[in-house]
């Protein structure tokens, strides 16, 4: 899927007709358009069960390089299944994830040395904020967090014009997003342990599907399902 395509898909009427894998690849082209842009490899996005009773949209894990998404969500018939913009802000959020990742590091040159200096200092398992009951605004607060999020909503402005430029209609309105309260993008658990010298607390996943696609621009792309590779964060 192009681009292109993947903007239609976001146009909230298209969404609600998409299967699951329809949808997780478009995020996937969108992934791959965004990761172009920042000067980053690719992630893929791999389709997670695991979530079963669970409203979480996604994370990013780091030591696998791919964006989680939580498979029951993508259901026509779930909380959050027929909320385009949910999703989409969901594959910015974690694919800024990544980039903050390669920049701390030295995969990318981030140009802000010293908000690099604070990306890491926020990874440290001493210093990172775990989602959970009673702390949303300390976790929301947390820099890595706080970038992701005005990324996100900054990023979501700019490719709502793009989907006007490729849809040459008005914009439906949107259902779901601007609210990150059931966005899950605690891979800083993992970080801390990697870059902290924490206790390594991950596990294998199980089996899932994969996105289609994991190449930038791709003009088609192969579904299926696959053996996720990435170790996961125990929760």
Not at 166 to 188: I, P, Q
Request: glycine share 12%; net charge negative.
């Amino acid at each position: 899927m192009t681009y292109n395509e993947s903007l239609k898909c976001f146009q909230q009427s298209r969404w609600e007709s998409l299967s699951v894998e329809e949808k997780a690849e478009a995020m996937q082209a969108m992934e791959n358009e965004m990761a172009l842009r920042s000067g980053r490899e690719p992630c893929k996005v791999h389709i997670s069960r695991e979530w079963c009773d669970d409203d979480k949209l996604g994370v990013y894990d780091c030591e696998s390089r791919t964006i989680q998404v939580n498979g029951w969500q993508l259901e026509n018939l779930s909380l959050h299944g027929n909320e385009a913009d949910s999703h989409l802000e969901t594959i910015l959020h974690e694919g800024r994830h990544a980039y903050q990742y390669d920049a701390v590091t030295g995969k990318i040159d981030h140009p802000d040395k010293q908000e690099v200096e604070v990306w890491t200092e926020n990874m440290k398992e001493e210093n990172c904020v775990q989602p959970g009951p009673g702390n949303e605004d300390a976790y929301n607060n947390q820099p890595i967090e706080r970038d992701a999020n005005d990324f996100a909503q900054e990023t979501m402005r700019q490719v709502k014009e793009e989907m006007k430029q490729a849809n040459g209609e008005s914009l439906d309105e949107g259902s779901g997003g601007g609210d990150f309260k059931s966005r899950w993008s605690c891979f800083t658990e993992k970080l801390g342990g990697l870059l902290g010298g924490g206790e390594d607390n991950s596990h294998s996943r199980g089996n899932g599907e994969e996105a289609a696609g994991s190449e930038a621009h791709s003009q088609e792309t192969d579904g299926g399902h696959g053996q996720d590779e990435g170790q996961g964060m125990e929760r």
